[in-house]
Nanobody, 115 residues
Framework: QVHLVESGGDLVQPGGSLRVSCAAS????????MAWYRQAPGKERESVAT???????NYLDSVKGRFTIWRDLAKNTVYLQMKSLKPEDTAVYYC?????????WGQGTQVTVSS
């Protein structure tokens, strides 16, 4: 069983920055890839940023240039740095990890962008 624990969600003003973290209970090098998803009220969950085992990253068009995903293998943690935040970025942000058998999810962390 793999546990993913997100943290760092907060209330921030538009234009502000925030970093959320996802700590895994085992080596993240064992995953095929990891990702950050988000789900806003009344909307479907969407992929925001992904990082493969090789370190290749990909982003949702609406966050390109504002969000950055990276990982710290020594800490078994994946991060999402968010800047120039907009009200439409408000959502619960979920960490996801995929290995050869299944996909794992964290419990989510709330990010609210509001003045």
């Amino acid at each position: 069983q793999v546990h993913l624990v997100e943290s760092g969600g907060d209330l921030v003003q538009p234009g502000g920055s925030l970093r959320v973290s996802c700590a895994a209970s085992r080596s993240i090098s064992s995953f095929i890839g990891m990702a950050w998803y988000r789900q806003a009220p009344g909307k479907e969950r969407e992929s925001v940023a992904t990082i493969t085992m090789e370190g290749t990253t990909n982003y949702l068009d609406s966050v390109k240039g504002r969000f950055t995903i990276w990982r710290d293998l020594a800490k078994n943690t994946v991060y999402l740095q968010m800047k120039s935040l907009k009200p439409e970025d408000t959502a619960v942000y979920y960490c996801n990890a995929v290995d050869v058998r299944t996909s794992y999810w964290g419990q989510g962390t709330q990010v609210t962008v509001s003045s």
